[in-house]
T-cell receptor, first 111, second 113 residues
């Protein structure tokens, strides 16, 4: 079945360092969504990418969708303690109304 | 922030009890979902619904059941709770239309003793 994998599983950075998480799908995706889950919280939608090679920015966050639409990345420039949490990518499942979530990357930031 | 509510927020209960986790949304969303998530781990889809009287099992096998009698309400029931059911249960909904994001409730943290 379709799989969405994320690496790394977790990353511990010093505040101010950059951070990147990578998402890879076993199949071509029509779109990819990114969510952030703070410790003890629930996933919150961040952004959606639809076009091949698309790049979107939200302040210090840069999201990229691969040319083949099978991979994506989230890059955070100059991390802050407020960036702490788990970042999930998600792509459509066997039904366009279902999402397959990646395993998530947990980000820890040392102040 | 989306209006989707889950109760209870926390539940500690003994083995063998019947449990119902409540989920309600006020946005009129047709699509609703239940996920199971262990702390810090990935989300597993256990049930979903495309609308009233429509329910489907998700990708992760679960002993729970769901119902969708009203658009806004999507409760999850465990007939006889076991310690293996200990986890966090997250409810989500999304509007009709392609590529819409999911909105999550705060979740129910369930502990079965």
């Amino acid at each position: 079945g379709q799989q969405v994998m994320q690496i790394p599983q977790y990353q511990h950075v010093q505040e101010g360092e950059d951070f990147t998480t990578y998402c890879n799908s076993s199949t071509t995706l029509s779109n990819i969504q990114w969510y952030k889950q703070r410790p003890g919280g629930h996933p919150v939608f961040l952004i959606q990418l639809v076009k091949s090679g698309e790049v979107k920015k939200q302040k210090r966050l840069t999201f990229q969708f691969g040319e083949a639409k099978k991979n994506s990345s989230l890059h955070i420039t100059a991390t802050q303690t407020t960036d702490v949490g788990t970042y999930f990518c998600a792509g459509p499942g066997d039904s366009s109304y279902k999402l397959i979530f990646g395993s998530g990357t947990r980000l820890l930031v040392r102040p | 922030e989306a209006d989707i509510y889950q109760t209870p927020r926390y539940l500690v209960i003994g083995t063998g009890k019947k449990i119902t986790l409540e989920c309600s949304q006020t946005m009129g969303h047709d699509k609703m979902y239940w996920y199971q998530q262990d702390p810090g781990m990935e989300l597993h889809l256990i049930h979903y619904s495309y609308g009233v009287n429509s329910t489907e099992k998700g990708d992760l096998s679960s002993e729970s059941t769901v119902s969708r009698i009203r658009t806004e309400h999507f409760p999850l029931t465990l007939e006889s709770a076991r310690p293996s059911h200990t986890s966090q249960y997250l409810c989500a909904s999304r509007p009709t239309g392609l590529n819409q994001p999911q909105h999550f409730g705060d979740g129910t943290r369930l502990s079965i003793l």
